[in-house]
C-alpha cells in the first residue's frame, strides 16, 4: 500500500499529463468532429464523434431520431466525401430508411451519397468491410444484420473495428437495442430511445467514468411536438376513414404530413 501511494504521488507530481480511467479521455491528437449538439459534445472523448473509430448507435425503436442525431456531422463530411449508406437486409419496409429529400434538408450531398441495398447478412457484411477499404471514405452509415451467435457477432464487429482504425471516416452500426448485452469492441456505444418528443441519449461506453443520467436532446424541431399531438387527435365524424370510388369502398384514407416523411 505505501508503494503504490508513493507511486501515485510521484505520478501525479510529473510534468507529463497522466489520464486516469476516472475522466473522461482528453483530446490526444485522435481527429474528432463536433456532433452539432454541444451537450453531447462535452460528454464525448475528444469533443465530437471519433473518427477511425467504431461507433454503436443501439435503438430502443425505429426511427427514434438517430439519422437526424447524425445529419449535421455527415452534412459537414459530405461536402468533399462520399457517404456510403448500407441499408438493412431484412424487413426493409419496418425499418425508418434514409430518405433522399430529407438528408438534402439537412445539408447532405445526397449526389456523394452511396446507398447499398445487400440482399443477406453475409453481403451486408461484405458491403461495411468493402467500404471501410475506400481511400476517400467520409462516412460509413450501416445497419447490421442479426448474426447466429454472440461469437459470430463479435468477431464481424472485431474486423469492422480494425478497418475503422485505418481511415479517417465516421463509422456508424445501428442496431437493435437487446445487443447491448453483448460485448462489443466499439470505442463508443450510445443507447437511443425517444420520449416526449426528445432524443435521450445513453452512453454505455466511452473512454471515461460511466454517464449515469441520459444526454437529452432537441433533434427534431420543437414544433414537430406540437405536431404530433394534433396528428394523435381523432379525426372529426365528417372525416370518412375510407374513401368511396364509384360506390366502391377502397383503402382507409391516410393523412401524410413532413413530420412523418423527416420522422427519422
Not at 420520449?195 to 435521450?200: D, N
Amino acid at each position: 500500500m505505501r508503494a503504490a501511494t508513493a507511486l501515485a504521488s510521484l505520478l501525479n507530481s510529473s510534468a507529463a499529463p497522466i489520464w486516469q480511467a476516472s475522466e473522461i479521455a482528453p483530446r490526444d491528437g485522435a481527429p474528432s468532429i463536433a456532433t452539432g449538439f454541444a451537450a453531447l459534445d462535452a460528454e464525448l472523448p475528444g469533443g465530437g464523434w471519433p473518427q477511425g473509430q467504431l461507433v454503436e448507435l443501439l435503438l430502443e425503436a425505429k426511427g427514434v431520431g438517430e439519422l437526424s442525431l447524425l445529419a449535421p456531422a455527415l452534412a459537414r463530411v459530405a461536402r468533399d466525401r462520399p457517404c456510403v449508406w448500407v441499408l438493412p437486409c431484412d424487413s426493409p419496409g419496418a425499418r425508418a430508411l434514409p430518405y433522399p429529400p430529407a438528408l438534402a434538408e439537412a445539408g447532405i450531398a445526397v449526389a456523394r451519397s452511396i446507398f447499398v441495398k445487400p440482399a443477406t447478412p453475409r453481403e451486408s457484411l461484405w458491403a461495411l468491410e468493402q467500404s471501410l477499404r475506400a481511400a476517400h471514405l467520409g462516412a460509413l452509415i450501416g445497419w447490421l444484420p442479426a448474426f447466429s451467435s454472440r461469437d459470430g457477432d463479435f468477431r464481424s464487429l472485431r474486423r469492422l473495428h480494425l478497418l475503422a482504425q485505418r481511415s479517417r471516416a465516421l463509422v456508424f452500426l445501428l442496431r437493435e437495442a437487446r445487443a447491448a448485452e453483448a460485448a462489443s469492441p466499439a470505442s463508443l456505444r450510445l443507447r437511443l430511445a425517444c420520449a416526449e418528443g426528445k432524443l435521450h441519449v445513453a452512453v454505455l461506453k466511452r473512454r471515461g467514468w460511466p454517464l449515469l443520467d441520459p444526454v437529452v436532446l432537441q433533434v427534431h424541431p420543437a414544433h414537430w411536438n406540437e405536431a404530433r399531438v394534433e396528428m394523435q387527435t381523432p379525426a372529426p365524424p365528417d372525416v370518412p376513414e375510407r374513401i368511396v370510388i364509384n360506390g366502391a369502398p377502397a383503402l382507409p384514407a391516410r393523412r401524410w404530413s413532413l413530420q412523418s416523411v423527416f420522422s427519422h
